[in-house]
């Protein structure tokens, strides 16, 4: 039985095969007929349809804030993500899923996995993921303290191997950011930008450093006017929409952290917090979220792929996975 892990985000999808490691990421949208409900494009091709398509179609996220939305299109969608990775009909896949996730939310991942054709399978809460993606040694004496800033969900908990101590999710993600970026820069330079100029824009200039100067070219439609017009927005330009998502979820940590036992806060001392995520490759954000919790930080080399390959490192090792995995 082929062996998967599978982060089906709000944003983007991501497979880890046992023995092979990351075999797809993609963006988790379609491209779908209005009058019919016909898909006519998956992942990437359909994210690049952004914006730019006709009256008679629309792209859509079947999963949002963590959340499918829309399982028939999620179940499609999928299925040709795996498709494109393997010819098997036998697969065995863990999700990588929020933090506390309730049990309706569950069922439907279990549902369009079914129908996706996935034989066996079971859910892990990000975090655990995030911090065994980060090869963190997990045990039950050593609390660690971790946090996933995803696109349209974050969670974060204090956990061990006997369970998690502390925990949330929000709905608050890079997504949101991203919508912030497209107001400000509305109100700002009376441009309007669509959501694919944002994200851009975000991970080339957004910095949580202080003055930073970056800068960039872009392009949008006059609000007044209605023509067509290019502006340079620098990295203090959008320091605002950027600062007021990760100030969120900086004090939603700290209230988290202050409800902890006390042994457990000394061991989040001396062990720091474990980020993850696509946000954390902002230009200095691993130092803003140590000086904002005065606490140690430990951000791994690809802080986007942090959770698949801790959800591969899960399925490939029986011992932790019954340990971490949601009965």
Do not use: W
Request: glycine share 10%.
């Amino acid at each position: 039985m082929l062996k998967l892990a599978i982060d089906f985000g709000t944003s983007m999808t991501k497979i880890y095969e046992i023995g092979s490691g990351i075999v797809l990421a993609e963006a988790t949208c379609v491209n779908v007929q209005k009058d019919t409900g016909e898909i006519r494009a998956f992942g990437n091709e359909a994210k690049k349809l952004l914006g730019k398509t006709a009256e008679s179609t629309t792209v859509n996220f079947p999963v949002f804030e963590g959340d499918i939305v829309n399982e028939r299109q999620a179940g499609a969608l999928l299925e040709y993500f795996l498709r494109k990775v393997t010819k098997r009909s036998s697969i065995e896949a863990i999700f990588c899923v929020p933090c506390g996730i309730n049990t309706a939310s569950r069922e439907k991942y279990y549902r369009v996995a079914k129908t996706a054709g996935i034989s066996r399978i079971g859910f892990v809460e990000t975090p655990y993921l995030a911090a065994l993606g980060e090869d963190v040694p997990l045990s039950e004496s050593n609390p660690v303290f971790a946090i996933d800033f995803g696109a349209g969900k974050t969670s974060m908990a204090a956990f061990s191997l006997d369970g998690i101590i502390a925990g949330l999710s929000m709905n608050v993600g890079g997504n949101n950011m991203d919508i912030h970026v497209i107001d400000h820069i509305a109100e700002t330079f009376n441009l309007k930008i669509g959501s694919l100029t944002s994200e851009k824009l975000k991970n080339t200039v957004g910095s949580l450093i202080a003055g930073d100067s970056q800068s960039m070219i872009i392009n949008g439609r006059d609000i007044v006017s209605g023509k067509p017009r290019s502006v340079s927005v620098s990295s203090e330009d959008i320091s605002f929409p950027v600062r007021i998502y990760v100030d969120k979820i900086i004090e939603y940590a700290g209230l988290l952290l202050q409800k902890l036992p006390a042994e457990v806060s000394a061991a989040m001392c001396k062990n720091g917090v474990y980020l993850s995520g696509g946000v954390c490759m902002l230009a200095g954000f691993e130092e803003y979220i140590a000086e904002k919790l005065q606490m140690e930080t430990h951000l791994p080399e690809n802080p986007q792929m942090a959770v698949i390959l801790g959800g591969g490192r899960a399925v490939g090792n029986s011992a932790i996975l019954r340990r971490i995995q949601m009965i």
